[in-house]
């Protein structure tokens, strides 16, 4: 069953970025852009590259890793009331700490993923990860693209921002 998800998932992330009009890379290929390059190249991240670089997180995420992110995409973040995150944009710690909820060491791969039922996250608080009817949810966010790679880690789209009890 599980073998089977991890397949269903990677066959996710080819139809994704065959009809993003994405080339796949060859399996070999390894990436030279960072995880925070990546996300810029993409262009679907803007919101979530902008309170990186607002929360001094560049550094961070740029740096050799590996890490796993949960990146909440632009449309993602247009779900959010603009008074949470006018107010996460007012206070350092707590952006700091909601960026950091979407980030886990070491690259976990969609394989991975799939095999866990919970991941510690960077602020120090886990998320639960849940395999139902062929989606991937990580807390209530489903995983829409996964294994994105990058050079120090890798890259699982999200379609909701992940918010850590405060």
Known sequence: MKRALATAFAGLALLTATTAGATA???TAKPKANIVQTAVAAGQFK?????????????????????????????????????????????????????????????????????????????????????TGGKVLINTAQVVTPDVLASNGVIHVINKVLIPPM
């Open 25 to 27: 890379a060859p399996a």
């Open 47 to 131: 919101t979530l590259v902008a309170l990186v670089k607002q929360a001094g997180l560049v550094g961070a995420l740029s740096g050799k890793g590996p890490l796993t992110v949960f990146a909440p995409t632009d449309a993602a973040f247009a779900k959010v009331p603009k008074a949470t995150l006018a107010a996460l944009g007012k206070d350092k710690a707590k952006l700091k700490a909601v960026l950091l909820y979407h980030v886990v060491a070491g690259k976990v791969t969609a394989a991975k993923v799939v095999k866990l039922t919970s991941a510690k996250t960077l602020n120090g608080q886990s998320v639960s990860i849940k395999v």
